[in-house]
């Protein structure tokens, strides 16, 4: 299936598509996108709804996309958990199980993460897209890899295990926990690779220095699951062992992967990834941090631009492997700021409201500070005083004070600020309390 693959030079590549021109693989994906939600609308009853008025059709380009709803994880839980819902998945779904479904439609295996949130898994062959993570991280045919991530209740041990079975690896499935029979383990079969959570790997290994087990067949590692700071990937380094990072999600698969270069990760092939301000749907520019929404291309589970809650930023440029997808920076912290100030809950959403209503402003950020029980809310907008006619400054200001107390139900100091002063670091909502 991956004829394309090529393991002769150091940044080898997993398929041809990774490094297709940018104006190829935009093209490909825009058509496969408009299909895409053709076919949500007519197999997952909410998409049906909530694109009920969209013509699949002329969604083929990314300001068409940018103009249909964001859904984010609380709202699937909402509609997978709600009394009159379809099905355990919100109606989101492709895949189901019964008698009557027919095999192209039949999941595999149904996962549950906390929540709950229930996800589906298809029979195609490296369903959530692993393997060209892991490719990236140096494994190859005829690897053993030391699988820890969980195969109970969460799908992360089977979306590495489907992902290494495509490689040609073959895969122990180690689960978590153990630590010292992990160790035995290692010691006995000699694995090449491990994946897992980094920190897990730092407590295998120091299990293993503790009983005085050498683990030199380990080489390679595929982690993913939380932050891997610089500092552990040294350590690792140092003992022999060379980590790369995937990022994905239960919901999505793969969405991006560390390369050989180790700058920024690169966006996988079977998703298309926009960044857009926290609360809101629209894109933000190149490097400003905002929200990663991930639309995939995955026919089983077909979700359109899912919110994951995740704040990153494009890297401009191309990754010097060759690879030619869109780069993002990383984890860079949650976009889910909600802020409860004197009872009420404040949203990255009201922000943006207040935003949309006076076109003065280009951006917001709501610092809310004092000491507990005496919050303080101060509302910092980038205007263009050229354009903040018709009044004064503190006319605007007290227009946008007015806007906040409405929407909000909260009273704010408003603070005009010069633009691109905020800081580019996604946040909509600050919450600087002292909470000593």
């Not at 589906?120 to 959530?128: F, Q």
């Not at 390369?259 to 301000?277: P, Q, S, Y």
């Not at 890297?315 to 802020?339: E, H, M």
Request: hydrophobic content about 45%; glycine content about 8%; proline content about 5%.
């Amino acid at each position: 299936m991956n004829a394309a693959h090529d393991h002769t030079h150091e940044h080898a590549h997993y398929d041809a598509l990774e490094t297709r021109s940018h104006a190829q693989r935009e093209a490909a994906q825009m058509a496969a996108l408009a299909l895409q939600i053709a076919h949500a609308k007519a197999h997952a009853p909410a998409f049906a709804r909530s694109l009920a008025h969209v013509d699949a059709a002329s969604v083929t380009s990314r300001a068409a996309l940018a103009q249909l709803p964001v859904i984010r994880k609380h709202e699937l839980l909402e509609r997978q958990s709600a009394a009159d819902a379809v099905d355990v998945f919100g109606g989101h779904s492709a895949l189901s199980w019964g008698a009557s479904v027919a095999s192209p439609q039949r999941a595999l295996r149904v996962f549950a993460s906390p929540g709950p949130i229930y996800e589906p898994e298809g029979a195609a062959a490296d369903y959530w897209r692993m393997a060209r993570a892991l490719f990236a991280a140096g494994l190859r045919a005829g690897d053993l890899a030391h699988n820890t991530f969980s195969y109970h209740f969460t799908p992360a041990g089977a979306m590495m295990e489907s992902g290494a079975f495509a490689l040609g690896c073959t895969v122990f499935p180690g689960g978590t926990g153990q630590t010292e029979q992990q160790v035995q383990a290692m010691a006995a079969l000699k694995p090449a690779a491990y994946i897992g959570t980094p920190s897990f790997l730092k407590i295998i290994l120091d299990k293993a220095d503790e009983l005085g087990t050498a683990l030199p067949s380990l080489t390679k590692a595929s982690v993913g699951g939380e932050a891997f700071p610089p500092s552990l990937r040294d350590w690792l380094h140092a003992r022999g062992i060379t980590a790369y990072q995937s990022y994905g999600t239960a919901d999505l698969g793969l969405i991006a992967y560390e390369t050989a270069a180790r700058e920024g990760l690169v966006v996988d092939e079977g998703v298309i990834v926009e960044i857009v301000r926290p609360g809101t749907g629209d894109p933000v520019a190149d490097g400003e941090v905002g929200e990663v929404v991930v639309t995939t291309l995955n026919p089983g589970y077909p979700l359109i631009r899912f919110g994951t809650g995740d704040l990153s930023a494009v890297l401009v440029g191309n990754c010097p492997t060759g690879r030619t997808n869109t780069r993002i920076k990383g984890w860079l912290g949650r976009a889910d700021q909600t802020a409860k100030v004197r009872g009420m809950f404040v949203h990255p959403a009201q922000v943006a409201e207040i935003v949309r209503r006076h076109r003065e402003v280009q951006r917001a950020r709501l610092v809310v500070s004092g000491e507990m029980a005496n919050d303080r809310m101060t509302l910092h907008v980038e205007v263009a005083t050229a354009s903040a006619s018709p009044g004064s400054p503190d006319a605007l200001g007290a227009r946008i004070a007015d806007s906040v107390r409405e929407i909000t139900k909260l009273r704010s100091e408003v603070v005009l600020c010069a633009p691109g002063s905020l800081p580019n670091d996604g946040k909509v909502i600050e919450d600087a309390r002292r909470y000593t």
